[in-house]
């Protein structure tokens, strides 16, 4: 029997989930569909427990339901705690459902593995403190970068990071007034969702070291504003989030089949629908 795994949000219409998944499913031969699953805001518990219910095997977890899904979870990941929310469940063998968090390995394995950049002993800015930002700390701490700073609009969120996050490495918070003079960085990466709206945090001049990496989670057909802004800038090289998009789903696929497909060509892949999508 096919088994079934879904993408809830609100809204889920535009994500680019489904056809990664289909395309990892078809690479490795496994027999499951995965489909958009939109759930009304606050009913998040009775749409997951009525689809596990129902027979279904996992799913994916967008915006704004991660930390229900981290509440609904009945076993929780290392990684899922640390980040407090859960971006991946799976139905284990016993009935558990698992809440697990993949969006970090994500993010690493894209800027390390796929893009060949380095962290370690490297100065890194994360704009933003939210929940992307948040889930992203602790793989990004574990590489050992030589400082990591959060900069938010919401000063105090930042900090509250800063402080949960300081016993796995260098990091320290502010806001983007702050940045004003700081020495500069080598990887800087947009956790703000501005781009979403054609905006822009205020970040100063010089804020970019000689070559130094920019990372817009955001992705799209287009480089978003903070990548032009970046290359402006001078920066040495610029990538979007689509990497991190594909690889977190590659880590959630392995953890829901226990085969690990290859990113690279659904990553070209995803790339060329995304363009001939938006050029219709
Ligand atoms: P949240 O809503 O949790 O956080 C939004 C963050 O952006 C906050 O820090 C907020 O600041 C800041 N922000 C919003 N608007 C502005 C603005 N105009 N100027 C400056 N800062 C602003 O969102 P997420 O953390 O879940 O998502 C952030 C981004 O990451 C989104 O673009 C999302 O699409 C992307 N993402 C990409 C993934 C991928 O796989 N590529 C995975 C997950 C997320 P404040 O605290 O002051 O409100």
Do not use: C
């Amino acid at each position: 029997m096919t088994d079934r795994y879904v993408l809830f949000g609100n809204p889920v219409a535009h994500s680019l989930s489904p056809g990664v998944h289909a395309a990892f499913a078809a690479q490795t031969g496994q027999d499951l569909r995965y489909d958009r699953h939109w759930v009304p805001l606050g009913e998040f518990a009775r749409a997951a427990a009525e689809f596990f219910a129902g027979g279904g095997r996992g799913g994916n977890v967008t915006v704004p339901f991660k930390e229900d899904a981290f509440r609904f979870a009945g076993r929780l990941s290392a990684r899922a705690r640390r980040a407090g929310a859960v971006n991946t469940l799976a139905l284990e063998s016993d009935g558990q459902v698992l809440g697990d968090n993949t969006d970090g390995i994500g993010l690493v394995r894209d800027l390390t593995a796929n893009l060949g950049w380095v962290i370690a002993g490297r100065r890194v800015l994360v704009l933003g403190a939210g929940g992307a930002a948040r889930g992203v700390l602790a793989p990004l701490l574990a590489e050992q970068p030589a400082q990591l700073l959060i900069a938010n609009r919401t000063v105090d969120k930042a900090e509250h990071l800063a402080q949960e996050f300081a016993d796995l490495g260098r990091v320290a918070a502010g806001g983007f007034a702050d940045l004003a003079g700081v020495e500069p960085f080598d990887l800087v990466i947009n956790a703000t969702s501005a781009s979403l709206v054609g905006a822009l945090p205020p970040l100063p001049e010089g804020l970019l070291a000689a070559g130094a990496n920019a990372y817009d989670m955001m992705y799209g057909a287009e480089p978003t504003l903070f990548l032009n802004w970046a290359q402006g800038q001078g920066a040495g090289a610029l990538a979007d989030g689509l990497g991190m998009l594909v690889e977190q789903a590659a880590e959630a696929f392995s953890i829901w089949r226990g085969v690990r497909p290859e990113t690279r060509p659904v990553i070209a892949k995803v790339r060329r629908d995304l363009v001939a999508q938006s050029a219709q």
